[in-house]
């Protein structure tokens, strides 16, 4: 059995480019006692991979991927072909980490990921398979998980507007939902026009505006005169700063991702100490640290998506030779929703 994976040959100083990867083909063994072979129909492409495509990748992150070797850590769905494995008969479709590659020998008993990412089957009789890579998978997770931390899943009274950065990517369209299926107010931004008329006319947010335009405090002080009492920061640098500067006393800004620093020197805000003088929580996490939401997300989300309430929009790539090319284009902001790979 053959395997056809992608991986890193140089790592990106600045922009990644598809001359940073290549195609190769590997032997499988065969599937051991306990262990199954799956064949991969999509694979998804995630900002955060950005992170571990440099030599100093994050101390407690994922760890960088290294040259020359398959790149693991990456979710991806599939189709049991053989099996050794009870419970996961051939045939059935599943989740796992081994993603940007053709094939892949999974073992249901290793913790992948914090735990998020074992082997699991798929219910896709009413769902398509890379919904489970979108909203029904870590994005909906990190989403859900990043509300919840900052207690914004149920709307209370002192809780009334939030701020909502990279707003039509993967993670950022479902936090825009979810928040305002939770009741809240949602201030939305993206990097381009049509980006900024899908989160209006579609996503249905309350304001929403091109964060390239104008400097981002008069935006920000159009959209929510009021002021902010929650923030998503996906994006970090002049985004989080702007946000300190507006928000409320007391406010509450969950960290999910600082895409702005991905690819150049990190850009702290230069106004942190609003932090203190407001009373304010900036909280941390990783969408991995929650695993013991994702069956309460999974219902949850899964519910809103059966009723029509809850949209999300796909950038597919088709051929894993396009893998490279997806995530270089999402890095630049020419992918909207989430990236995928149809294998």
Not at 44 to 61: F, I, K, N, Q, T
Not at 101 to 127: F, K, T, W, Y
Not at 158 to 169: E, L, M, N, P, Y
Not at 195 to 214: H, M, S, T
Request: glycine share 10%; net charge negative.
């Amino acid at each position: 059995m053959k395997s056809t994976q992608v991986h890193v040959v140089t790592l990106p100083d600045g922009e990644v480019r598809p001359e940073h990867f290549e195609l190769v083909n590997v032997d499988l063994p065969d599937p051991g006692a306990g262990q199954v072979l799956v064949r991969n129909t999509w694979t998804s492409v995630d900002p955060g991979m950005r992170l571990r495509l440099r030599a100093d990748a994050p101390e407690g992150y994922f760890p960088a991927f290294p040259l020359s070797e398959p790149m693991d850590g990456i979710f991806t769905v599939g189709v049991v072909e053989e099996s050794r494995a009870e419970g996961f008969p051939v045939g059935a479709t599943v989740w796992h980490s081994y993603g940007w590659r053709s094939h892949a020998i999974v073992d249901p008993d290793e913790v992948a990921m914090n735990g998020v990412a074992d082997l699991r089957v798929l219910d896709v009789e009413q769902l398509s398979p890379q919904t489970y890579l979108g909203p029904l998978g870590a994005m909906g997770l990190t989403a859900y998980a990043g509300l919840r931390v900052i207690d914004a899943l149920d709307a209370r009274a002192d809780t009334r507007t939030i701020w909502v950065s990279a707003a039509a990517g993967a993670v950022g369209s479902l936090v825009c939902q979810i928040a305002k299926l939770s009741g809240l107010r949602v201030v939305a931004s993206a990097g381009t026009a049509e980006k900024v008329a899908w989160l209006r006319d579609e996503i249905g947010v309350d304001a929403a505006f091109n964060w390239r335009d104008r400097p981002l405090v008069e935006s920000l002080r159009d959209a929510a005169p009021e002021g902010l009492d929650l923030y998503f920061d996906n994006v970090g640098g002049s985004h989080l700063e702007a946000a300190l500067a507006a928000m409320n006393n007391w406010g509450r800004i969950a960290l999910c991702g600082s895409i702005s620093e991905y690819e150049g020197a990190p850009a702290s805000p230069d106004n942190l100490f609003l932090a203190t003088s407001k009373n304010l929580t900036l909280r941390g996490f990783r969408g991995s640290a929650h695993a013991q939401l994702l069956d309460e997300m999974q219902q949850r989300v899964g519910g809103w998506l059966a009723d029509g309430r809850l949209r999300y929009r796909e950038s597919v790539y088709d051929g894993l030779a396009k893998a490279p090319q997806a995530i270089a284009d999402m890095m630049a902001g020419r992918t909207a929703g989430k990236t995928l790979v149809r294998i």
